[in-house]
């Protein structure tokens, strides 16, 4: 039973233009979500956040929608560039847990 | 980089053996965690310390059991490993004074593979 959802597992974007990663959550208790980023043979980093009292948050070239009423939020990468290439795991913080997707793969094409 | 280093960062160990993998942060941060990751599965939560000798399990812990007798250190040990438990092995730690400060720190990880 996934309370965090990202069912995308892939997503090609060609350099320069917008990624957009979705994910879904179904707990409403949730009140804090997090996007972080993997690069293969080294640990998660993290790399925006958002309340559930905000629906937008920005820093610099990401920026994280939350969307309460369909349990939605969405990472926006602005321009897509090579380095962002990775997989990219959607998190939702349930008390001291954080509770992550499965991840989605964006690769940037050049 | 957060202070955090996990050892061994590799080993291949045979089914029915003990294990014993360190998670060692220089942050003082309260909170200590274990996950695997698996093709599939994503970040899976084994267990979770919130200090010194408090630890409590997360979704996947069958098989696990944890140990932290410093701030620093936070121990995961397979007491007899399985194939099922070949997978890369990550540890976080975290502040979470607060629900806005809820951001984890991972280590670089350690790859496990049981024969």
Redesign the interface.
């Given at each position: 039973d996934q309370q965090v959802k990202?069912n995308s597992p892939s997503l090609s974007v060609q350099e320069g233009r917008i990624s957009i990663l979705n994910c879904d959550y179904t707990n409403s208790m949730f009140?804090?979500f997090?996007w972080?980023k993997k690069y293969p043979?080294?640990?998660?980093?993290?790399l925006i956040?958002i309340?559930s009292i905000k629906d937008k948050n920005e820093d610099g070239r990401f920026t994280v929608f939350l969307n309460k009423s369909a349990k939605h939020l969405s990472l926006h990468i602005v321009p897509s560039q090579p380095g962002d290439s990775a997989v990219y795991?959607c998190a939702a913080?349930q008390d001291?847990?954080?509770?992550?997707?499965?991840?989605t793969r964006l690769h940037i094409l050049p | 980089d957060a202070g955090i280093t996990q050892s061994p960062r590799h080993k291949v160990t045979e089914t029915g053996t003990p294990v014993t993998l360190r998670c060692h942060q220089t942050e003082n941060h309260r909170y200590m965690y274990w996950y695997r990751q698996d093709p599939g599965h994503g970040l899976r939560l084994i267990h979770y310390s919130y200090g010194v000798k408090d630890t409590d399990k997360g979704e996947v812990s069958d098989g696990y059991s944890v140990s932290r007798s410093k701030t620093e250190d936070f121990l995961l040990t397979l007491e007899s490993a399985t194939s099922s438990q070949t997978s890369v092995y990550f540890c976080a730690i975290s502040e979470f004074e607060a629900r806005d400060r809820a951001e984890q720190y991972f280590g670089p990880g350690t790859r496990l593979t049981v024969t």
């Open positions: 990202q009140d804090y997090l972080y043979a080294e640990g998660p980093t993290f956040s309340s795991f913080s001291d847990k954080i509770i992550f997707g499965k991840g | -």
